[in-house]
């Protein structure tokens, strides 16, 4: 069922019908922490924030399908209940995440919420979830700063994980003595630039210049310019912002090898930056090319819905959080009107995801993933990763 919605796009998944639905909801009481609900058979309601518009727009129809497919693999119900997915656009921007949550747990009485890619959208909504004991789940790496809330969880590591490692890497065994960082100028690209320094700085190496574009740059030149002569080049950008960044880097003559978190070179935009990708290197949790059953089975499952379909990060993250929202409330059978224990219980999950396992960090509720260092390659002309070396988990 499609409602629109005066400010943006609103999707309804809903699997009551008839007098049923009407029954189940007459039944309903709004409660903190979701909706205290007389009937168990009453539908378990998860609210989904994603960008499907703004620089990160590319992102959230391939997320909510992903979303919708996994949910789809146990029927949409669990522990007998019928699951209701409500599909939100944060439009990129933390202000309209901060609505579409109030939106969600003041109108739709939802269970919970995943949130959000955004990395700011993601901060911003913590602690209005927390205050409410709504439990806030992230599919993506995300700035740190969820570890303050405790019905918070992110099924993935922190943004500046991998970056972090990468930079370790970078000047252990790549043999790089200086780099220029170059990264978004909001919380995510701080992040990263800030993580892949210290890794890199801590190993001996020297980060000769530091620099940061606005979100939704266009044209990098007068930021690219600045990187002098390094070994490496560092890049921390992601969404529309990402692919101009790769387009421009060679334009502008630059030689230094580009070294990347992974959302520089995830696969949904690969195919639009095109052979200027080659040869870049990056640290990330998940790759498409990774050889488990599991990542197998997802790319399986979501090629079945449509052959076109691109496997990602963000994608694999859509699959390994609803694998967790599956698992969380089976554990609970279906009783997940209590949002501490919801996150409790999430945090102690150890499961099968598209990288390897996921598990989760019970303190802070960050996911604990492996990383792997791969490299861009050109495919008989589409762009692939090959991927070099695990180098932690």
């Not at 004991?133 to 700035?143: A, E, F, K, L, T």
């Not at 992110?154 to 065994?173: C, E, I, R, S, V």
């Not at 990330?284 to 790319?299: E, H, Q, R, T, V």
């Not at 979501?302 to 969380?328: L, R």
Request: net charge positive; proline share 4%.
């Amino acid at each position: 069922m499609l409602k629109t919605h005066p400010r943006k796009r609103f999707v309804r998944f809903g699997v009551l019908g008839g007098c049923a639905a009407v029954l189940a909801l007459v039944s309903a009481t709004a409660g903190l922490g979701g909706v205290t609900r007389t009937d168990a058979k009453a539908p378990i309601k998860i609210g989904i924030i994603l960008p499907y518009t703004g620089a990160f727009g590319l992102y959230g129809k391939p997320m909510e399908a992903t979303f919708r497919a996994r949910f789809a693999k146990v029927n949409n119900k669990i522990a007998g209940r019928p699951v209701q997915l409500y599909f939100v656009d944060e439009a990129t921007d933390p202000k309209t995440a901060v609505l579409d949550a109030n939106q969600l747990v003041t109108q739709q009485h939802v269970n919970a919420i995943v949130c959000c890619v955004t990395g700011g959208a993601t901060l911003a909504v913590g602690p209005i979830l927390s205050q409410q004991s709504i439990p806030q789940i992230g599919p993506i790496p995300n700035p740190a700063g969820l570890e303050n809330y405790a019905t918070a969880a992110m099924a993935a590591p922190t943004a500046g994980h991998d970056a972090q490692l990468l930079g370790t890497y970078a000047a252990k065994n790549l043999k790089d003595k200086t780099v220029a960082v170059l990264a978004s100028d909001f919380s995510y690209g701080h992040e990263v630039a800030d993580a892949f320094t210290k890794g890199f700085e801590n190993a001996g190496g020297n980060v000769t210049t530091t620099v940061y574009a606005p979100l939704g740059t266009t044209d990098f030149g007068s930021y690219l310019t600045k990187i002098g002569k390094v070994d490496a080049v560092f890049g921390g950008f992601a969404g529309a912002d990402a692919i101009a960044f790769v387009k421009q880097y060679r334009q502008f003559g630059n030689k230094a090898t580009l070294l990347a978190h992974g959302t520089l070179v995830t696969e949904l935009v690969l195919k639009a930056e095109g052979p200027a990708a080659t040869g870049i290197s990056a640290a990330f949790y998940y790759s498409s090319g990774l050889n488990f059953a599991d990542n197998k089975d997802f790319i399986r499952t979501m090629k079945a819905v449509d052959q076109n379909f691109v496997p990602s990060h963000f994608t694999a993250g859509a699959w390994a959080t609803g694998s967790a929202i599956i698992a969380t409330a089976q554990k609970l059978k279906g009783n997940v009107t209590n949002g501490k224990t919801f996150a409790k219980t999430l945090r102690g999950l150890k499961i099968k995801a598209p990288w390897g396992t996921l598990k989760f960090n019970k303190k802070t509720g960050y996911g604990v993933t492996p990383t792997y260092f791969y490299t861009v390659v050109d495919n008989n002309g589409t762009m692939t990763h090959k991927i070099l070396a695990k180098i932690s988990g």
